[in-house]
Antibody
């Protein structure tokens, strides 16, 4: 069963730090680009960061660039998001997600694809 | 970045009736080399993560009821629920994967009238 499970969320003061983790199972983790996507309370989905299958390529939304760092440990089938200098506007549920594409009856990692599955999410609250 | 705009923001439909949600992209997400639209739809029920419904604009994910259908091409897309069931109450999101960043619409909240 393909599954992603996030952990590490919680309440933190402005300027503080948190490290989120995402444990993957049921698929070859090292084959896939992985993403962090967040959803502020009552708001839409916002892509935050992604990392290539090897970890050599990372990309960040402008809103978190310079403050967040994405990483992965393929030996542990785990994805991470180190969040520093947190702000109130970073308050959100953070989801990890796998990007894939299906065509011709098979599914695989690709540069352009949709997100499936998603983890259940972990809530980060930044407040004094 | 490609901007995705959904309409309406919220929608109330009677049980058994048709529900239609629109999604418009600021530029075409049709890739000419394979004639595929790089657009997906997700369903998000309260307290749950998004669940993939449709990809390539019109291909239903395995296990998704056939009352859900996706249509459109280029910049204008629709998600249609042919006969609304109580379990379809959710927020629906469109997402383009034509270019990075893979942007989402703002979501459409579907309720029972």
């Amino acid at each position: 069963q393909v599954q992603l499970v996030e952990s590490g969320g919680g309440l933190v003061k402005p300027g503080g730090s948190l490290r989120l983790s995402c444990a993957a199972s049921g698929f070859i983790f090292s084959d896939y680009f992985m993403f962090w996507i967040r959803q502020a309370p009552g708001k839409g989905l916002e892509w935050v960061s992604y990392i290539s299958s090897s970890g050599s390529i990372t990309y960040y939304a402008d809103s978190v660039k310079g403050r967040f760092t994405i990483s992965r440990d393929n030996a542990k089938n785990s994805l991470y998001l180190q969040m520093n200098s947190l702000r109130a506007e970073d308050t959100a549920v953070y989801y990890c997600a796998r990007r894939l594409v299906c065509s011709g009856g098979s599914c695989y990692s690709a540069e352009r694809g949709w997100f499936d599955p998603w983890g259940q999410g972990t809530l980060v609250t930044v407040s004094s | 970045d490609i901007v995705m705009t959904q309409s309406p923001d919220s929608l109330a439909v009677s049980l058994g009736e048709r529900a239609t949600i629109n999604c418009k992209s600021s530029q075409s997400v049709l890739y000419s080399s394979n004639n595929k639209n790089y657009l997906a739809w997700y369903q998000q029920k309260p307290g749950q993560p998004p669940k993939l419904l449709i990809y390539w604009a019109s291909t239903r994910e395995s296990g998704v009821p056939d009352r859900f259908s996706g249509g459109g091409s280029g910049t204008d897309f629709t998600l249609t629920i042919s006969s609304l069931q109580a379990e379809d109450v959710a927020v629906y999101h469109c997402q383009q994967y034509y270019s990075t960043p893979h942007t989402f619409g703002q979501g459409t909240k579907l309720e029972i009238k």
